[in-house]
C-alpha cells in the first residue's frame, strides 16, 4: 500500500493572550486530517503587524484567524474592524473565540461582520469537539475563495500542528 497521502495544509493565526488556551487549540488540532500550520499573537497590536507583513509578501496569509475579543493593547473588536475594512484581509474568516458572555460583545463582533461567535469551552475535551467543528465546517464544507482556499501538498501519512 502506498504510504504517501495527499494531506491539505492549512494556516490559522490564532490571536490569543493566554498561553493555556492556546496550548488547547494546538492540543484539540493534534488530530487533524490537515497539516496544520499555527501563527500565535498574543495581543491586537502583534497581530494587525503579523497581517500587515503577511500583505507586504513577507509571511503567508492565514487561511482562518482565531480572535479573542480581551486582548491588551488592541482589543479584537479593533483589531476585527481593521480587518474587516481591508480589502485584501476581509475575505479571511475571522471566528471569535471568547470567553465574554456578554452580549453586547457577542452583537458588536457581528456588526463588525464577524464571521461566528464561539464562547471558549472549559475544558481539553470541550475545546477538542469545538475545534472538531471548527475544522468540519470551516476547512472541509465552505468554499473558500481560490486565494484563501486550503492548499494541496504531498505528505506522508501523519498529522502535524507546527
Partial sequence: MDQLRVLRSVRILIVEDSPSDVRLVREALRESEFIVRLNVCK???EALEYLHQCLSGHNPLPDLILLDLNLPLKS?????NEIKHDPQLKKIPVLIMTSSVDEKDLAAAYDLNANCYIRKPADLPEYERVVRAIEDFWLMTVTLPETYNVSTVAASAGHRVQ
Fill in 76 to 80: 479584537g473588536h479593533e483589531v476585527l
Fill in 43 to 45: 495581543d491586537g497590536v
